[in-house]
C-alpha cells in the first residue's frame, strides 16, 4: 500500500468510527432513562457527527474526482468501512451503551492526544479541536461506569453482562494493521502499540472503582479496520443511508 493510499484509508477509519458511534447514540435520542442523559447522549452523537463530517471533508479532498463528504458517508457499502467492531455493537440496554461508550472513550482521548503530534497538519488540526470534545465524552462515561457498577445490584449485574459482552472488542482498538505501518514512519499514524498498556491501565482503574471483574480472557474479536463486519453494521448502515439512497443528492 503507497502512502497516498494508506492516508485516505486512515482518515476514513477515523470518521467512520466517529460516524457509527455517533449513529448509535443517536438511536438513543428519545430513550434514554432520565431527560439530562436522553439529552448528554445526544449532545456526544452530535460532537462525534461533527468530527465526522471533518474527516470526510478531508477523505474527500485526498480522493478527488469530485468525491464529497456526503458520498464517503451515504454511498458507501459495509465492506468500504474501516470502523472497528466495537462501536457499532448496538444498544441492548443502557448498560451497554455506557459500557461501550467507556470502553472506546478511553481509547479515543489517548488516541487523539497522540495524533495532535501528527505530521499531517490537517490531521492534527482536526484533533486539537476535538480533544476538549473527547475529554468530557470520557468523563461522562467513565462517572456513569462508575455509578451503575458500584451501584445497586440489579445496575452492577447488567453492567457486568455488558463488559462481558464488549470485552472481546476492545483489542482491535489497539491492534496496528498495514495502514497504520505505512504511515507510522513518517509520523502521520499514531502508533497504536503505545497505547496498549495505558489504555488497559486507564480501563481497569475505573472498573475496579465500579466493583466490575475484568472478564478472565484475551479479547481477540477483530476485522472492522479492514471491512470485515459484525452483523450489525449493515442494519444501522441501511437506516443511516435509506434517505440518500432514496433521493439522491440530498445534502446534511
Not at 462525534?48 to 474526482?65: I, T, V
Amino acid at each position: 500500500m503507497d502512502q497516498a493510499a494508506a492516508l485516505l484509508d486512515y482518515v476514513l477509519r477515523l470518521a467512520d468510527t466517529n460516524l457509527v458511534l455517533g449513529q448509535r447514540l443517536a438511536e438513543c435520542c428519545g430513550h434514554a432513562p432520565e431527560l439530562e442523559l436522553d439529552i448528554a447522549l445526544t449532545n456526544i452523537s452530535l460532537d462525534l457527527m461533527g468530527q465526522a463530517r471533518s474527516l470526510y471533508q478531508y477523505a474527500a479532498e485526498l480522493k478527488g474526482e469530485g468525491c464529497t463528504e456526503d458520498d464517503l458517508a451515504y454511498l458507501r457499502t459495509e465492506r468500504e468501512f474501516r470502523n472497528p467492531l466495537l462501536v457499532e455493537y448496538p444498544n441492548e440496554d443502557f448498560a451497554y451503551t455506557i459500557l461501550r461508550q467507556f470502553l472506546f472513550d478511553v481509547y479515543n482521548q489517548l488516541f487523539y492526544q497522540a495524533l495532535q503530534n501528527s505530521s499531517d497538519a490537517r490531521l492534527a488540526e482536526i484533533a486539537r479541536k476535538s480533544i476538549k470534545e473527547i475529554r468530557y465524552h470520557l468523563r461522562f462515561s467513565a462517572e456513569w461506569c462508575i455509578r451503575l457498577g458500584d451501584g445497586t445490584e440489579l445496575s452492577r449485574q447488567k453492567m457486568q453482562t455488558a463488559l462481558d459482552d464488549l470485552w472481546d472488542y476492545t483489542a482491535e482498538l489497539c491492534t496496528p494493521n498495514a495502514t497504520d505501518q505505512t504511515l507510522l514512519s513518517s509520523g502521520i499514524a499514531v502508533d497504536l502499540e503505545q497505547l496498549k498498556v495505558p489504555y488497559f491501565e486507564r480501563v481497569e482503574e475505573i472498573l475496579t472503582k465500579a466493583t466490575l471483574e475484568k472478564p478472565d480472557y484475551e479479547p481477540f474479536q477483530q476485522g472492522g479496520k479492514e471491512g470485515s463486519h459484525t452483523e450489525f453494521l449493515g442494519h444501522l448502515l441501511a437506516e443511516l443511508q435509506v434517505l440518500q439512497r432514496t433521493y439522491p443528492g440530498a445534502e446534511w
